[in-house]
C-alpha cells in the first residue's frame, strides 16, 4: 500500500517567518517540491502568527521541514533559493512525539513515541523487562509506535491488525532488509533476510527439506538421541538445573539431525560454542573486534562454522544420509534448480542459529510450566504412558495434546523469537499511520501475545486457553504468531513441534518435575529471550 498524497495545493495556508531551532536531522517529512540547498536556513514568508520560523533540511532525507522550538510547523512545498513561498501549516506536531508528519490530505496519522535515552535509544528497554515496556508504551501510545534502537528510528508494533498486515505484507511494502542491518554481519543470505521473489525461490528449494518423508526421518533420529541421552546422562533424582541441560541435549540432537555427523567431543564444543557465539554476538550494541568481546567471539564462530560447513561440502553430496545438510545439498526445485555451495553454507549457519535457541527455550521453559503446574504435569504424563515407551512415530503425537498446550502457553508468554524486523520499501500507511520510506519496523509477538483487550489474565500461565471450547488466540488471525505469519513464516514449525514432543515425551515417561513453591523464572532478554537463573528444579524418578 501507499500514501494517498495530496496535490500540492496553491491556497493552502502559508505562513511562518525567520529563525528556529536547530534541526535535529532526523524528522522526515513526505514527498516535498525540491529546493535549492541555500535554502537551509532562509526565512518563510508571510508569517501569521508573528514568530519567527526558518525552514531547514533535514539531512537524512534531503526534505524541508519548517521548525520552531519543539515543533514540526511544516513541510515546504514551494521555495525559492532564498526564501520558502509555501508550506503546509495543519501539521503542528511536537516533534519529539511524532515519527514524521503524514502527507497534507492523507488522512493519515503519526505514529507517537520518542527518542528515549539519548546514546542508548530503547537498547535497556528492549534487553532489560522487554515485557513491561512493551505493554507500558502500549498503554501511553497505543498498539503502534517509535523510539531510538541503534541510531536510528524504529516503529514498534503490537496491534494484531497492524501485526498481521506487516508479516502478511499483501502490497509488498515491506523487505526484510531491517534483519540484514541488524544480524547480517553474521547471517547474510540466510532465508530470512531474503526478500520477495528471491526470498520465494530459495525458500521453495529449501522446502524440500522439510516434507512429511523427511520430517518422518528427522522424527527416527531424534527419538533415538534423546533416549540414549537421558539414559546415559540426565539425573533421574536430584535438584538441578534445567536450561543449559536442555541445550546441550537440544543442541546434540541438532548436530545429528542437522548435520548428520557423529563429531568428538572437542569438535563438537567447538562447533557449538561458534554456534552459540553468533546470535549473541549479531545482537550486540559494541560492535567492534576486541579480544574477549562478544562481538570478536562471533566472528571466529562464524569463521570457525562456515569452514567445517565448506569442509564437509563433498562428503554430503556423495552421500545420501537423512540430515538436513545432505536434504540441503541435494534440494532441487521443479524445475531442478539447485544452491551453490556458498548458499548451503550460509543456509545452514543461519538454518542452525534459526533452530538451536528457539527449541532450547520452548523446551526449557515447559519444565517449569510442568513443575510448577503439576495438573498439567500428570495429564501429559498420562498421555505419554498411554501410548507406551516404543519408537515414536508422527502419527502417535497427535494424541500429547497436553504437551502441545503447554508448549503453545510458555511461547506465548515468552516466544523464543521475540521480534520479526522489516523496513519500508516506500511511504505507505499501516493501518492509519503513516511510515516513511526506510522505517525500521519491529513486530512484537510478546506484546500481542500479552494485550489485555484479548486475553484473559495475560500474564497467568494457563495452556488451557488454547482448548477446544476456550481458544482465545483464534479471536483475532494474528494474535498468537510464535512462529510468524506470512511468507517467512517459520520453515522449522513442524520441526520444533517433533523435537519438542519427542524430547518431552521421553523425559515424562521417566521423570517428574518439581520448583519450590512460589518459583517464577526471571527471563533474560538479550538476544534471544533466556532463564537468567538456568532453571532450577528438582527431579523425582517415574
Ligand atoms: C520453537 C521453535 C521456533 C520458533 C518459535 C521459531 C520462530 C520463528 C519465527 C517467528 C520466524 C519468522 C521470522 C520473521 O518473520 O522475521 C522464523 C523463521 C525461520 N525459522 Fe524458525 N522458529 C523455531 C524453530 C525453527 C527450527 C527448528 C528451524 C529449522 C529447522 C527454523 C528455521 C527457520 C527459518 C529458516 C526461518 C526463516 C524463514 C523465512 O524467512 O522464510 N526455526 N522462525
Redesign the pocket.
Known sequence: MSVPTAPLDPSADTSGDAPTSPSDGAVAAPRPRPVGPSIGTGPVDRARDGARHTARRVRATGRFLVKAPGQVLGVVREATPSSVVSWTRDIALPYEHSLAAPPVGSGLRPVPGHAGDPVLGCIRDLTGDRVRWLMESNERFGPVFWQQLAGRRAVFVMGPDEAGQI?VNADKDFS?DG?QELIGKFFDR?????SFQE?LD??RI?QS??TPKRLRGYLEGMDRRISADLDASWPTEGPTTLYQRMKDLAMRV?AD??LGVELDRPSRDHLLAGFHAQPRAATEFLRMDLPGSLWGRGRNGYDDVTRWLRSQLDDKRAGDGDD?FSAMVHARDDDGSAFTDEEIVR?MN???F???D??T???AMMAWGFAAHPEWQERAYAESAALGDGPLRPEDLKSLTAIELV?NEV?RLW???P????QAVRDTALGDYYIPEGTWIA?M?PATHRLPEYWTDPDTFDPGRFEEGREEHKQHKHLY?????????????A???L??KAMWHRLLLTRRFEVAPGYEPEMGWKALPEPTDDLPVTIHPR
Open positions: 508479516l526484510n534483519w540466510g532465508l530470512m533476510l531474503l526470498h530459495h525458500r529449501m527439506a522439510f541438532a539431525v542437522f538436513l543456509h543461519f538454518m542452525w534459526a533452530a538451536h528457539t527449541t527455550l520452548a523446551m508448549m511461547m516466544p523464543p523469537v521480534v520479526m524486523v522489516r513486530v509477538n504468531y510464535p512462529f510468524g505469519a506470512g511468507a517467512h513464516k517459520c520453515i522449522g514449525f520441526f520444533a513441534q523435537e519438542t
